[in-house]
């Protein structure tokens, strides 16, 4: 008995400081979401002429990119008088654990402007629901700022319930709009053919096109990209690591965008 608790002080020694498990969901409720969405509506006029025009910044996928994203946001805050927020559309980790979220929010909490987030497949992973859930939040929410209605969603349908994407509740804000302009946001693209059938793909495209929603902006594929979806402009943001931020410029006349390369 002696000798077998010798062995495992022996093992505990030559093991270094005992460590968590990387599996832990033990992490504070930040709810970034709501805090900083809070901090954009409150910060609508700031500007100088408190213009109807604006623009923000998107960024998506940064998993481990870690160096791509510092770039990226060293640009923004570079350009900070130019962005009111910044969305990030998912896959903030890999596979959904506290430290890869954790370090991703250090390096956007240096951010100058607020940032909000939606959900992106890899952060499903594991436990990252639980964990995605605290540091930021909600996944799924709409509002509606100056002249535009945004509407951030999770449609990750593998890794999440069955109702997910829950074109009710999308179809519900789509209804209520009262502003010129419409962005939709999400991780997966609406036309992914992998994850969705012909049906659901032309029942989204439709619901796109009745009310006139003019952008659909998504990340999970990494390269970034812009089409179309229905009457829409479909934009794929890219990932941290393709060096690359997508701005969007809303003013009175419509709604356009630049990719900027860092």
């Known amino acids: 008995m002696k000798t077998f608790g010798l062995i495992i002080l022996l093992m505990l020694t030559a093991c270094g400081e005992m460590t968590y498990s990387p599996y832990t969901v033990n992490v504070g409720n930040y709810n970034i979401n709501q ?23 998107v960024i998506s996928d940064t998993h481990d990119y870690y160096d791509g994203l510092k770039k990226q946001v060293a640009y923004i805050n570079a350009h900070q008088e130019e962005y009111e927020f910044v969305v990030v559309t998912g896959d903030m980790s890999n596979v959904g654990l506290v430290e890869e979220m954790e370090l991703t929010k250090s390096i956007l909490d240096k951010l100058a402007i607020p940032y909000i987030t939606t959900v992106g497949n890899h952060d499903l992973l594991i436990n990252g629901k639980t964990v995605y859930k605290r540091v930021f939040g909600k996944d799924t929410y709409a509002f509606e700022y100056k002249n535009t209605k945004f509407i951030l969603f999770n449609n990750n349908n593998w890794e999440s319930s069955p109702n997910i994407p829950d074109l009710s509740w999308v179809e519900s804000e789509l209804i209520s709009n009262n502003n010129p302009f419409l962005i939709m946001l999400s991780h997966v ?17 439709s619901a796109v096109n009745r009310y006139g929603v003019d952008y659909y902006i998504h990340g999970h594929d990494h390269n970034p990209s812009e089409g179309s979806f229905g009457d829409a402009k479909k934009i794929t943001v890219g990932a941290s690591v393709k060096g690359v931020l997508f701005e969007l410029k809303v003013e009175n006349t419509g709604v356009s965008h630049e990719f900027i390369n860092l």
Request: no cysteine; glycine share 2%.
């Open 35 to 57: 805090v900083n969405l809070s901090r954009i509506l409150l910060g609508a006029d700031r500007f100088e002429a408190k213009s109807i025009s604006y623009k923000i910044a």
């Open 189 to 205: 693209a609406p036309n992914d053919s992998a994850r969705f059938s012909a049906a659901q793909i032309q029942q989204w495209k």
